[in-house]
């Protein structure tokens, strides 16, 4: 523990402690398949610079991000952890982190009030340094913690949306220390999205409808790296994507990769499912009820729990069932349904939290295992030192030490480059008067 | 023309003005098909910026290329061309140029001596900006005609190989000019690889050789935007990419694309076709004519005809005979196959030059459309002038406005932001001390 | 109760009664999603052929298959049910079929005696109708109840596997009824095996083992439609199918379909999963451990539990270990595994029992929407009478209503052939002499 | 020459003789790549069952079928040809196979009543064997040449369209000879359909148009094998296929493979490009072209060259001209194009006759390998003798055997079953009484 910090495993606050066996298992598959973290990572940390650092962990608290802070613990560091989403959180996994020696607090039921509450004991051990997801600890320390926040080493971020408030607290001239842009890094952003998102969320949506997706109409609201990554893997399993964007690149771009681009009036009528990967909040409001169909099923993959607005749903709906697991049904009555006809069911997966986490199992372990690597060694160089205060990513070096640790545990050899094939052409460059 | 300049079409240099009939259809089915270059980009140059400026344009010389032309000098402009491949020019386009009242220098069927010869004719009409292609016309013109060299008002330039040796020059102090990157602009780089290198290299393949791509093997060298635009075609086309290359975060991306990844020693010996696509020189030579199998087809699709080195081959073969239009078969003893046994047969498409371009249409016209609307908006924002000296890229909200330009004629219609889709949580950043 | 029969919900044999309500509620959710037999089927009973009638239903036992059995009892028919595999009954769906009135005997947990006793409990209801999987009901009957078994009226069956069982039994003289092959109707075959198959074993897959399947290789042992439709979407995550097959043109379909043909031995030394599919038994066992990778992870799609040999596994191991639910870890010693040096880890899912419902959610409700219309309407065929003794398919008439219901309810119009559109030149044949 | 045969090769027509150099190149190169029809067929006619008798050639007249011919000629046949479409032939292909001592009736330019000329001619031959295609020769036998036609000794055909006709000439008992359905044979409709029609008709559409298939809508009428080959292709270039079927079964295929399914007045307004695949008359005619939008491009992929119907197009446009080669547009004024408003401009590839072997290279050599050996075995079969009147197929262990030699020249390993793979559990059917 360092000196003055609040860190203390003792301190947790947790559902079951009884559940750590299952934790511990679980936590031991994801190490299996991590070869990056549990390896090039681990073997990184060896040269004692977490030593005695008091580091939070702020992500969703399942197996792969457990197998982080148990990295980062097992090089000396004192890690306090809480889950980045009141929903996310796996009560068997923070039960073998404190079980670990780990400050955890999180529970998977106690909502809302209880999680703030979590992030703010969390902020309370003052932590040197923050792996965090969405800026949600960062933020908090911001407002509520600022002696701690001024002190803090750094931050290493996880999501596009974080980033973004990273930066406007630099712009603000509110962010005093050096944070580290995980998400910018190639061996997170290139993967994570395309292809973890894309197959977390769509077998989170049919492992909770057991649905066909063969055949379905897709609206897929946001063209930014999740909602295509969502999109191949719609049109991969026989789907059709109808895609809604406001950019004109990026629509240019949905509709060569062979998808039906359309504004969001035209697009609901015709969706069986509908996602929302914008990254902002209410793409689905009060005013695009009227125009869904009769039995359409609601999900969402951004950051934000209120891309689906469940609240104004919750508002306009007579009635609101749990008619399966993970499957909350709203019926509109006639008049909210804009039909001026019939009632109309609404189903919601997953209380519109990110349905690839809150209702499924998260990424797939590989993919975590990159976008942790990123995070554990973005980590560690802010814990050595020597970045300006300001927004930074890894150096590609670093980068591309990571894919290449990947590569070689998968047994992949690369080519090497030979002398002669350089660009002879333009040698003559340098003849050049 | 231009006061002072070489500029006078009754100079060029072309085959067969007789052909210009034929030429002038083919360039008005382009134009048809290009709704981005005559109607965005033509009403844009209204404002008499071209109005007189000789403009060297040297791109490969077929239809598209000649819309570009035309456009520039329906502007006002005095247009001068060469091609930037002495393989892939088109005479009855060339004819139609000239008939048009555009000077230029270029023959297809007349080898390299005479492509050098154009491209200084080129420079000789001393133009003021350049349209160019691998930077062809502005290193020859950096290192014969250093004076016209240092008048230019400016270059745009098309490809990934160009803008590096235009960075080069710029390294070596050596640029003293606007340059304009159109290759690093989203409406050029993000569409012209994925989906115009892809679908058109394979076309050229499979018409050049009436070949089946389901069940290949097709070994891609290099894995750059090029590379991976050809592997997603082949792949779906029921074909097997095995792709080299160096770079680990390349190399994952490619294996978690779906492909084998390999050393080329591993992967030549399964190779049905062979394709080059570094950007760089001999990615198949000498050393690897021993690993080849007997009937192993190799085409090119990088910037430099030296990718598959035809000069070895031709050196190391007892026998070389044109065995199809476009296929030059290259017998090796067996002394040269390395195996020790049998004589082998190596077939070679299109003489390694561009197979989608000398062996075939070139990219498709709506990618051109976009590519030249961002060459044509980057010449005319260097002939307005105001930027520095240095390597520029149209500004994003010019991007935009092409994207929007190519939707807007495909009937596509893009949402709005609404205000209440904000990141509402970051707000209270703004109350933090 | 028909007279005489033993049909009775009160014999019934269930894990837990109090499971009901939670299994009313799955079953509510496939018939919002079965329009096809809540609606076309449920319609076509309405004629009283099932009044009375005693019917088994011994297919997986979970909410799909429930739907079909109200469905039946709502027809007026006595449903009697077990399932037709020893792990994949739901013991809530059990509990909701006997509280509506149907006899059951099936429990999720209580393993093959209890399964056999099970079925034969049903066989002692006396059927005169059975809708069968893999035919394992009829089987038994045959061998032990040949009373009843000479007495019934008519069997359906699902599966390719139960089919050729079926034809070995008329092919002995030794099949006295009407058979349905429910498999060989055009809406079970074309879709239950290329769609459904290929989506809810991916799924299942994935969900047991949280991983990714792009850049995985895939081995599938067997390319019939099962093989083929998971390889199908293997590719489509970004895997890389390696298929193992004997038939030569199933083989030049796999190569053509861009898959690695290679056989078994060749192939297994690559694989991070396998696949079984050949519906056969033992495609993995002895001879074949020691080709597989440490860290392997096996799986079964086929009819049987036993084409992954778990009984071989288990002698040959020396540690067999749960590491994760629905994962068995089978630790092989050094000399089983065939390398001579290092003990190696291979993991089953669901215990080799079919992954896709012993270890998963059974294919999606839409496919069996379809598959159970054509067992309804196949059964419902048999209870009106006039078929011959032996194997039938519905007609192509009954077919094509099935998934014109299908369509319908979708919303989707199909064209209608104009009287021009014929075969004009045909018409003179007529003229001939 | 069969003794009182017409065969004689001196009674040629043909366009130019001195074009055979250029043909022959063309027919070596296609042998290079048939292992089957060079290895596996040639092999087999060794047997002398072809020896003196007169064969008739009539299918698509380009490389891969004057390969068929000359191993038909070398197995000692004498072997008279004509092209089975009056567009198809190949001037330098025909003066080939004559300097090969082959009879040929056909020219590329002579248009329908020279065509019918040619058929009339082969007939005159008086074949005992026809190889045909869409049974064009065996129609107009049976009506013109009946004395020739009651002593053919047998027919082998290549089309469903051609195995409709021959089962019609069945069905009127005028069907006096064994035929063999080439079509049905799984080394034809699997591989030619799926892989050969997709690719040769995307590739002749997109090299006739020079245009991008990535966000493009295409209307596919019909939804048999040849319409789902192309949709698949179209899908996998990034297109959008849209699909007009009159049968459920198959819409609900399509819907399932991800296309729109419509009827073809909601469909043709979409539409970029229209691809009829129907195998009937006039699936896009006068009642349709209300319905295009200005600029649509139309193709046909059927066996009949109108399917597209040009006659009724040519009646209603005010102006036709050649716009590029291959492409001829209609100018329907705006009465026809029933807007009431504006001028329609309607593109139709290679005349409407079948684009990928009229406007392009035919199928991928190697699937005419598939198939003419498909069609060289039948032929042989035929000539041994032993087949009753009707119509045959040629043996699932024939069918196996070219599959296999195919494979083999591929170097792919097939497995093999081992005993203990067999389905143990029907074993005890036998004890049953």
Chains 1, 2, 3, 4 share one sequence.
Not at 101 to 116: K, M
Not at 364 to 388: K, N, T, W
Request: include cysteine.
């Amino acid at each position: 523990m360092a000196d003055g910090s609040g860190f203390d495993p003792g301190k947790s606050e947790i559902a079951d402690a009884d559940l750590a066996p299952q934790g511990h298992r679980a936590i031991e598959w994801a190490r299996e398949h991590s070869p990056v973290v549990d390896g090039f990572l681990r073997q990184r940390l060896t040269d004692g610079a977490l030593e005695g650092r008091t580091i939070a962990v702020v992500v969703h608290l399942e197996a792969k991000t457990a197998l982080l802070a148990t990295v980062l613990a097992d090089a000396g560091a004192n890690v306090v952890a809480a889950g980045s989403n009141p929903h996310s959180t796996r009560d068997d996994i923070a039960a073998a982190l404190v079980d670990r020696g780990i400050e955890v607090h999180s529970t998977r039921e106690s909502g809302y009030p209880a999680w703030e509450k979590h992030l703010l004991a969390v902020a309370d051990a003052e932590p040197e340094l923050i792996i965090d997801d969405g800026a949600e600890l960062t933020l908090r320390m911001a407002k509520y913690r600022p002696d701690a926040y001024a002190a803090l080493a750094g931050v290493t971020e996880q999501t596009t949306t974080g980033v973004l408030r990273l930066q406007r607290l630099a712009d603000s001239g509110n962010l005093p220390f050096a944070a580290m842009a995980a998400n910018n890094a190639a061996c997170k952003h290139l993967f994570d999205n395309r292809y973890g998102t894309g197959q977390s969320t769509l077998q989170a949506m049919l492992d909770l409808t057991n649905m066909l997706m063969a055949g379905k109409v897709v609206v897929i609201i946001g063209y930014g790296w999740v909602g295509r990554g969502i999109a191949t893997y719609v049109r991969a399993l026989g789907g059709r994507p109808m895609v809604v964007e406001v950019d004109p690149v990026k629509g240019l771009e949905a509709q060569m990769d062979g998808h039906v681009v359309a504004p969001i009036g035209d697009a609901l009528p015709h969706a069986d499912f509908v996602i929302t990967a914008t990254g902002g909040m209410r793409a689905v409001t009060t005013r695009h009820f009227g125009l869904l169909k009769d039995g359409v099923i609601l999900a969402n993959a951004g950051h934000h729990d209120l891309e689906v607005d469940v609240a104004a749903l919750g508002a306009a709906a007579d009635d609101v069932t749990e008619v399966r697991a993970g499957i909350d049904r709203y019926h509109l009555p006639s008049t909210a349904s804009g039909t001026g006809t019939d009632r109309k069911r609404v189903d919601v997966l997953a209380n519109g939290a990110l349905v690839n986490i809150a209702g499924g199992l998260g990424h797939p372990i590989e993919i975590m295992d990159l976008s942790f690597a990123v995070q554990g060694v973005g980590c560690h160089e802010l814990a050595r030192g020597g970045y300006e205060t300001g927004i930074h990513v890894i150096s590609p070096e670093l980068d591309a030490e990571i894919a290449a640790a990947k590569l070689a545990d998968g047994g992949v050899t690369l080519d090497q480059l030979d002398d002669d094939q350089h660009d002879e052409i333009s040698e003559f460059i340098d003849e050049t008067p």
